[in-house]
């Protein structure tokens, strides 16, 4: 059975910087896309980053430039370094990986406040 689990998320000031890790466990296949989704209090979830297999990489508007998606195949492992935090940057943030079907982890919370 598929299982993404989580890392890296925790309390930072704004303008600080965390990394995600989500680790992939119960398959040896390579996801075909892994990314980054986040859902805020209210709020829907909401895409943020993703990387195909072939490296190919897409970003929310909201995130270009602040945040980078990588991974590692080898480890079935995505990563999302996420610089110049904002408030608004404050939600629950979900890993997803998608091969044959879509597998979600149990999110992690970033808050970024003062």
């Known amino acids: 059975q598929v299982q993404l689990v989580e890392s890296g998320g925790g309390l930072v000031q704004p303008g600080g910087s965390l990394r995600l890790s989500c680790a992939a466990s119960?398959?040896?296949?390579?996801?075909?896309?892994m990314g980054w989704y986040r859902q805020a209090p209210g709020k829907q979830r909401e895409f943020v980053a993703q990387m195909t297999r072939g490296d190919s990489t897409a970003y929310a508007d909201s995130v270009k430039g602040r945040f980078t998606i990588s991974r590692d195949n080898a480890k079935n492992t995505v990563y999302l370094q996420m610089n110049s935090l904002k408030p608004e940057d404050t939600a629950v943030y979900y890993c997803n990986a998608r091969r044959y079907q879509s597998f979600w982890g149990q999110g992690t919370q970033v808050t970024v406040s003062s």
């Open positions: 119960g398959t040896d296949f390579i996801f075909d896309v």
